[in-house]
């Protein structure tokens, strides 16, 4: 268990102590793992170059039958993502993650940018990495659109069919994290302190932010879901994570908060502690996102940074919003309580009527529809070229 253990994470025998055995063993493996049938591929397109490269778009967009004698890595790859979990229904990629509509975009928003991604920068090997490869500050906005783009049209009804705008975008991002794990070997990221540049472990953090962070980060504003829409929110997160290439020993037996938390007490613990750049690129994520409220809300930068902030406080508690320098507002934030307890009130009378419901869910999600596609002409999501030279 001791072989080649992170010297900057928690001490295996202290893991195994508090987790028992076979949860420090499962969380060795993790962090020396980063994703092997990826990395396989940027290890064909690294001997094979742009034949490779565009091989593999070719069977993300059309899949692998559009392919005649595809690369080894590249058809492993694609067979893989193009399967689903065993047991699996296939009608939840009509679906869709179906209960996240009942709340309107710009709440996304706010938890994706105060929630999951603030909680993601904790992790000082994510952060470490980003600050690696020149990514720290340069390009926190550009970060937080793709991310967001990514994420709607992963969650949106239908996406995650191959070939479907969320199948593709989620095939991007697993690649763009294979090439950002070769790149790191480049820059002197240092494993042996940190694990595996992006590995299994920082891998199903992430899936946490997107799933047990960022529902909970929406139920203290007001936008709770069910147990039973948590569990649907579940089941369809864990075909993405089979898409994003996470281990299902690691995610697979998710099934609702209680298993979601006690997976995150074991990542939480792993993680170590707070970089010094994690507040920096905090920092850098408040001051981004408040310039995109400036637009959208006509809120002063100013206004929005705190706004954030109290959020983010609220979202990850006092402690987490210390270490990352996020200020406080006792009055904004009891505010912010007023207005969820009205948003609370007002989905329990709705919950009473489901065409109501249904009606807000249809709506919200041609309005999500109505976003990707008013942001079709911008670049192309995780341009692969800025992290494979």
């Known amino acids: 268990m001791n072989t080649h253990w992170p010297t900057g994470r928690i001490a295996p025998a202290e893991l195994a102590a508090r987790f028992g055995p076979d949860a420090a063993e499962l969380a060795g493996r993790a962090l020396r793992t980063g994703d092997p049938l990826a990395d396989a591929v940027v290890a064909e397109i690294r001997d094979g170059g742009r034949d490779v490269r565009a091989r593999l778009d070719l069977g993300i967009r059309h899949g692998l039958a559009s392919l005649d004698d595809p690369p080894p890595a590249v058809a492993a790859l694609l067979s893989s993502a193009e399967s689903l979990p065993e047991g699996t229904d296939p009608a939840v990629l009509d679906s869709g993650a179906r209960p996240i509509f009942t709340s309107p975009p710009p709440v996304h928003t706010l938890s994706l940018s105060a929630g999951a991604l603030l909680r993601t920068y904790v992790s000082p090997s994510i952060a470490v990495l ?49 090439h950002m794990r070769e790149l790191a070997r480049t820059r002197g990221y240092d494993e042996a302190v940190h694990g595996v540049a992006i590995n299994q472990i920082d891998l199903a953090r992430t899936w946490l932010d997107f799933t047990l962070v960022s529902m909970r980060a929406e139920g203290t504003i007001g936008f709770d879901l069910t147990p039973a829409e948590v569990g649907e929110v579940y089941a369809y997160w864990q075909v993405l994570a089979h898409q994003l290439g996470i281990d299902p020993d690691l995610v697979g037996g998710v099934t609702g908060h209680a298993a979601a938390e006690r997976l995150d007490d074991l990542v939480t613990a ?21 310039g995109l409220l400036v637009e959208s809300l006509r809120l002063p930068r100013p206004a929005g940074r705190l706004l954030l902030s109290v959020l983010g406080r609220r979202f990850h508690g006092a402690g987490t919003g210390d270490a990352l320098g996020l200020r406080r507002c006792a009055p904004l934030n009891t505010g912010i309580g007023a207005a969820a307890h009205v948003i609370r009130w007002r989905r329990s009378r709705m919950r009473r009527h489901p065409g109501a419901l249904e009606v807000a869910r249809a709506r919200n999600v041609a309005a999500t529809r109505a976003l990707l596609d008013g942001d079709a002409t911008g670049p192309a999501l995780f341009q692969l070229s800025e992290v494979s030279a």
């Open 270 to 290: 792993v993680t170590g502690p707070l970089a010094a750049e994690s507040r920096t690129l905090a920092a850098a994520q408040v001051d981004a996102v408040a």
């Open 130 to 178: 980003l600050g690696t490869t020149g990514r720290l500050i340069d390009g926190a906005e550009r970060r937080l659109t793709e991310t967001g783009r990514w994420l709607l049209s992963a969650t949106l009804p239908g996406g995650l069919r191959p070939g479907g705008p969320g199948y593709v975008a989620t095939l991007q991002v697993r690649m763009l994290h294979a």
